[in-house]
């Protein structure tokens, strides 16, 4: 699905990420973490053609990533950015319609199939009773679901999701990963940047984490959430507790 090979990531002259090797396969879910800074959007907008790479190569389905038309690479590869600005007036139904624009002409109108899908999706989110209500007036949890949900409808196969949990209350933070795991369930590749290592439990297959100072690892879930990873990627110690025949990640703080 996703491939990159020497990739290397930079900002502010700054390098957060060298020769990264990645192998995503159709169907995988990864869930990206590492301290704020370290690169984790900054390499999502690069995977989604928004920024360049300092060098190294990206190919989308066998292809590189340069040579995909805007809207053919938008059918595939959907992006959710951690800011989501709005400047002009729209309501919550015709924000979540932008997510069919990759499938219609210049003259072309959302169809009721498209029309459907986007109230779909706002209902699967908890949104569906606020279609009508102007995005500006909504919370920055609500606008995030509106946003999630915008994505949702694009439909693409890999979605590059920049924490999609983020001022989410505990309900709607559990709604997200439910609707995560019905992406994957679907066949969705998902690339998932977030904070909590716990929420991999809930639906990640992969895990890849940054250091900010151009390191990192990638590999299988059970493999790479160690207590001894999570210590050194946050510089902060993270032990390993069992509850419920699951494992938990805490900081050390939290178990004294």
């Known amino acids: 699905m996703l491939t990159t090979k020497k990739l290397t990531i930079a900002r502010g002259g700054r390098v957060l990420c060298r020769d990264l090797d990645l192998a995503i396969s159709a169907g995988q879910s990864w ?7 370290c690169g984790k959007s900054t390499l999502l907008a690069t995977l989604a053609a928004w920024l360049a790479p300092e060098s190294g190569t990206l190919h989308l389905q066998g292809k590189p990533l340069a040579d995909w038309p805007a ?42 199939a498209d029309l459907a899908l986007a109230q779909a999706q706002l209902a699967r989110l908890d ?4 279609a009508q209500r102007d995005l500006a007036t909504l919370s920055g949890g609500e606008r995030r679901r509106v946003a999630l949900a915008t ?13 999609p949990l983020s001022q989410l209350d505990l309900r709607h933070q559990q709604q997200a990963l439910t609707v995560l795991r019905e992406e994957k369930a679907a066949g969705r590749t998902l690339l998932v940047v977030g904070h909590d290592p716990n929420h991999a ?16 690892l990638a590999g299988p879930v059970d493999a790479m959430l ?9 510089h ?14 805490v900081p050390e703080a939290a178990c004294s």
């Open 201 to 216: 439990a809930q639906f990640a297959s992969h895990v890849l984490l940054m250091f900010g100072d151009g390191r990192w």
């Open 236 to 249: 902060y110690p993270v032990r390993a507790l069992s509850a419920g025949g699951s494992t938990v990640f």
């Open 127 to 130: 949104l569906a009773g606020l």
């Open 31 to 37: 869930l990206i973490l590492g301290e704020n800074g």
């Open 71 to 112: 809207n053919q690479r938008a059918r595939r590869l959907a992006w959710l950015p951690q800011g989501d600005e709005n400047p002009f007036p729209l309501s919550v139904l015709e924000k979540t319609l932008t997510g069919r624009h990759p499938y219609l002409g210049r003259w072309e109108w959302e169809s009721a």
């Open 151 to 163: 994505v949702l409808t694009q439909q693409a196969d890999l979605l590059l999701l920049d924490e």
């Open 226 to 234: 160690t207590s001894e990873n999570l210590s050194a990627l946050y």
